[in-house]
């Protein structure tokens, strides 16, 4: 008999539950491995709706108030999709940083034009890039930042309740975005680095000996000696100290979420 008035609420706050499950959605759209495109959309759109129903049941989200007309309604759901979307975003963009150092690294070593396709994006991205990203990823799974992620967007209802999100005209929220871009750059720059900065100073050797003796066929020599060195340094340096690369991304992507958060509340 408890069940009756329990499904009456329910279909009373069928608005609220469909609130949820916008946010979520837009918010499990950008969040890495969750967002890869092999996965099917019925099971996407299974575990959206499992998580809004969890959030709905926890008490999390209580009412939802907005102009009661169409628009008002349509207003409320574009404000949700931009709400969930960031935090996303600002997670997916952090950990591009490790794609973009591949990047620098293939560019390096002679394999800028070789790219494969990455399964998670369905894209074209630089072989380094991907190897070093789809390590990333299978950290992200057994290290359980998926679950971190998912909690702070759980708590994320508490501090912007549903329709309160401060998007449009909030200043310290761009200048954020803007300070994160910069954080972008000089986290994939770190990364790279022992890379580059080694191929580099070969790149300068080379340049001297092709000074001392003219004759010599810099391409031949030069090309093999990079991809030899760099994929030495790649398996010896960047795939044992992977961790400290993951730990380095994830704590500036989670930091990041809880910013866009803050930011964002009213």
């Known amino acids: 008999m408890d069940l ?37 959309m019925q099971g996407r759109l299974v575990f959206a709706f499992v998580m809004s129903a969890a959030i709905y049941a926890a008490d999390i989200v209580t009412m939802a108030t907005y102009y009661d007309s169409p628009t008002g309604f349509i207003m409320l759901i574009l404000a949700e999709v931009i709400t969930g979307a960031l935090m996303g975003y600002i997670v997916f963009f952090v950990f591009n940083a490790i794609l973009f150092a591949g990047q620098f690294i293939d560019f390096s070593m002679g394999f800028a034009m070789v790219n494969v396709l990455d399964p998670v994006q369905q894209i074209q991205v630089p072989v380094m890039g991907n190897l070093l990203s789809m390590s990333a990823f299978a950290l992200l799974i057994a290290a359980g930042g998926l679950h971190e992620f998912i909690r702070i967007f759980f ?9 309160t999100a401060f998007v449009l005209g909030n200043a310290p ?15 994939a720059v770190r990364i790279a680095l022992p890379v580059v900065g080694t191929l580099l100073m ?52 989670l930091n990041g979420m809880a910013s866009i958060i803050e930011g964002m509340s009213p």
């Open 173 to 187: 929220l761009a200048e954020f975005m803007m300070w994160m871009l910069v954080g972008f750059a000089v986290l």
């Open 155 to 163: 708590h994320s209802y508490s501090l912007i309740p549903i329709g």
């Open 202 to 253: 070969i790149d300068v050797c080379l340049g001297i000996m092709v000074k001392a003796v003219p004759t010599m066929n810099v391409f031949v020599v030069g090309m093999p000696l990079k991809v030899l060195v760099g994929l030495t340094l790649v398996f010896s340096v960047m795939i044992p100290g992977l961790s400290v690369i993951y730990d380095n991304v994830f704590g500036m992507a």
């Open 4 to 40: 009756i008035p329990l499904l009456i609420d329910f279909f009373n706050n069928i608005d609220v539950l469909m609130l949820i499950m916008v946010r979520v959605s837009a918010f499990l759209i950008f969040l890495p491995v969750l967002s890869a495109m092999n996965i099917p």
